[in-house]
């Protein structure tokens, strides 16, 4: 039986690289670390990791480096999704070898289909592995209400989806109705925007960017403890970041590592994204850095 417990946060990890875009591999081990003591239960390696600009030796290295330095201490979440079924297992596998705890899989998209061709690329995948799988449901790779509750039914490794395309308060309850009866369990993503919303309507957790877990941690005890508004008001705290931090995926990439960096945990030559990614002016940052500053986080 797959593990069906895993509730929530689960920050997705961003990956430091140098000025040369190499991994810098004692960032990656800190970053886990602070992701512990901040009291996550999960991270994931995926999009906003830039895990789509590794090459497959280093999706292997950056998934080692992450199973090791977590060491059982918070579940490890991989991407393994690609554009065909074949190279989708072999990913899969690949991570189930190396330690992963489960697998984050989103639809094809570079070729449009048919639904009933992407329920089969996760029932495929899902035959091969033996861990559970959130199939992720983004705004240009839509799994949507019907498509994974009809999903879920196939096998019991389809347990988990993450929802995320826009807009996800209502995506969420429609998910959350359609599952019933299915064993599906849903997290939120999108950067954890609208996490209170989605936890009213059925989300177990969430997995926003790298740069707040001790917020979004925050507000999760909160929010199980009962203390509703005390959640929401943690939460409105650190709005204008969340909101800056939903950019397109090429300017999120620097701002991550920007923060992370203000944040104590990246070293300066660390906060590179990988090209192609528009990076923010010199305005861009300062205003960052005010913002941090506002809420007592600018620590570098």
Known sequence: ????????????????????????HDDLRRQ??????????GV????????????????DDVLRTVVEQAAGRVKVVMNT???????????????????ADALMIRPTSFIPTVAEENIAYFERIAREVTIPIFMQDQGTAQVGPAMAAAAAKRHENLCYIKVETPPTVPRMAETHRLA????????????????LEEF??????????????????????????????????????YASIIRTLAQGQGLAGWIYKHIMVRRGVFEPGSAFARHPALKPDDLHLKEIDAQ???VGLLNA
């Not at 989300?203 to 999760?220: E, K, Q």
Request: hydrophobic share 40%.
């Open 1 to 24: 039986m797959p593990d069906r417990t895993m509730a929530g946060v689960y920050p997705i990890l961003s990956t430091p690289f140098d000025s040369k875009g190499r991994i810098v």
């Open 32 to 41: 886990v670390d602070w992701m512990v003591d901040c009291g996550v239960h």
């Open 44 to 59: 994931g390696i995926a999009v906003a990791s830039e895990v789509y600009k590794f090459t497959e030796s280093e999706r």
């Open 81 to 99: 999704g690609a554009e065909g079924t074949d190279p989708a297992i072999y990913y899969s596998k690949r991570a189930e070898e190396l330690g």
């Open 180 to 195: 019933q009866g299915t064993g599906l369990i849903l997290f939120g993503g999108a950067g954890g925007a609208f996490v």
């Open 200 to 237: 009213r309507r059925g989300s177990v957790g969430t997995m926003p960017g790298s740069t707040l877990p001790d917020v979004f941690v925050r507000v999760w005890d909160m929010w199980r403890n009962g203390d509703e508004a005390g959640a929401e008001a943690e939460f409105s705290k």
């Open 292 to 294: 941090l500053d506002q």
